[in-house]
């Protein structure tokens, strides 16, 4: 069976997170990625954080699944002829350099295009165009001047980071959206584009619901929050939804760090919740019976939900609140996630051998075609590809030898 991106072909100058996680999912869904590296060095994160010596990191294996690398020295003129014909064989080339460093290489984005008509050029920089253009940007930066940071934690608690990496993994999913549009579209006008997207652009694309409650804050204060004072910004509720239906993460036994439950009360749900709890007589009490009067008691509300949920684990509490379909999810903790059977059995968790570090577990395609089945192959050591895909530009081993000299690769 056949892949969905089959037969297009991404040169990947990609490093560290945002990059590798976008042409990731690209190799994932059938591309030939091939990741441009330094010679000697390469990505940066085969280094960072390592847990054996002299082995690529997790860091770094977790990000680069389904390439071949190669390496190229960039400066060098037989450096600049071996890009030259790669970027004119390719379908793509994703880069998230600082802004105007491939410019600096020589390549902007017209000579690029002049090379290679069909060319889809992407990028993923900090921030766009504007006051903000030249600045550094990482993970938490993006969430700080996304919206993410000001909206995360409690109410009497600094602005808080949230553990799930939006910045960078989340810009890069947002650039395989604009990747494959571009792609889409260039079957009609057999041209390729320019496509960039900003870290902070995609965070505050995941932050749209705090910009709903700015604009409804400005008529009164936000029933669905916990808060007790509103001022002229959204503010930090802990674990509330700040939706339609309220939730709230409750304690439950051993009482470990993690052991605890994440409840969502609608309509439908709180007479059987009431009667599961114990406190029927609440179900049809008319303090208690619709969502309008439990607004102002949501504390008591989950309160009494708490009482009940300390006696039993987080999986018992699961067990019994979908048997009366009441919305809930365990707190799952990194340990439970990675060791998950069904996690396992569905491919979101998989085990993959790697000839320096043995097998390691990493996250498997969240992407599910019914037609393109993902199988995932580990990450390429560094130039691993270098004689392959040269061989396929058209140089031979005398030129290899060459280029091995000279430092080209």
Not at 36 to 50: C, W
Not at 178 to 190: D, F, K, V, W
Not at 372 to 382: A, D, G
Request: charged share 25%; proline share 7%.
């Amino acid at each position: 069976m056949g892949k969905a991106l089959e037969g297009v072909r991404v040169l990947d100058m990609t490093h560290v997170q945002s990059g590798p996680s976008s042409t990731q999912l690209l190799a994932w869904l059938g591309a030939d990625v091939i990741k441009l590296e330094t010679p000697g060095r390469g990505d940066i994160t085969r280094g960072q954080l390592r847990d054996l010596p002299g082995v690529d990191s997790l860091y770094f294996t977790m990000l680069n699944a389904n390439k071949r690398s190669i390496t190229l020295n960039m400066k060098s003129e037989e450096g600049k002829e071996i890009f030259e014909k790669l970027v004119s064989g390719v379908d793509v080339l994703v880069e998230n350099f600082g802004p105007g460093v491939v410019d600096r290489f020589g390549y902007p984005w017209e000579k690029l295009a002049s090379l290679n008509p069909r060319l889809v050029y992407a990028s993923i920089k900090g921030f766009g165009p504007g006051r903000y253009a030249d600045f550094k940007a990482y993970e938490v930066v993006a969430q700080a001047m996304g919206g993410a940071m000001s909206t995360t934690g409690f109410e009497d608690g600094p602005p808080t980071a949230t553990g799930a990496q939006i910045g960078d993994s989340g810009t890069g999913i947002h650039l395989v959206a604009a990747i494959l549009a571009a792609l889409y579209q260039r079957t009609s006008t057999g041209r390729g584009q320019r496509v960039q997207v900003a870290m902070q652009d995609a965070v505050l694309n995941l932050c749209r619901v705090k910009l709903r409650d700015q604009q409804r804050l400005t008529h009164g204060p936000l029933g669905e929050y916990p808060n007790e004072h509103f001022g002229d910004e959204v503010p930090r509720s802990g674990n509330a939804s700040g939706g339609g239906q309220p939730g709230w993460a409750v304690k439950c036994a051993p009482g470990g760090p993690n052991d605890y439950i994440y409840v969502i009360v609608q309509p439908p749900g709180w007479a059987p919740l009431a009667r599961l709890i114990g406190k029927g007589e609440l179900a049809d009490d008319p303090a208690w019976a619709t969502p309008e009067v439990r607004l102002s008691k949501l504390d008591k509300m989950f309160a009494l939900v708490e009482e009940w949920t300390e006696k039993h684990t987080k999986w018992e509490v699961m067990e019994q609140l979908n048997a009366h379909n009441i919305p809930c999810g365990p707190i799952l903790s990194t340990k439970e996630l990675i060791e998950d059977e069904t996690l396992a059995e569905l491919g979101s968790v998989v085990e993959v051998p790697h000839p320096e570090r043995g097998a390691f577990k990493t996250v498997g395609c969240p992407l599910k075609l019914s037609d393109s089945p993902v199988e995932i192959e580990r990450s390429p050591l560094l130039g691993e590809h270098n004689d392959e895909v040269l061989a396929e530009l058209g140089y031979g081993e005398a030129d290899l030898e060459k280029f091995r000299a000279a430092g080209v690769i």
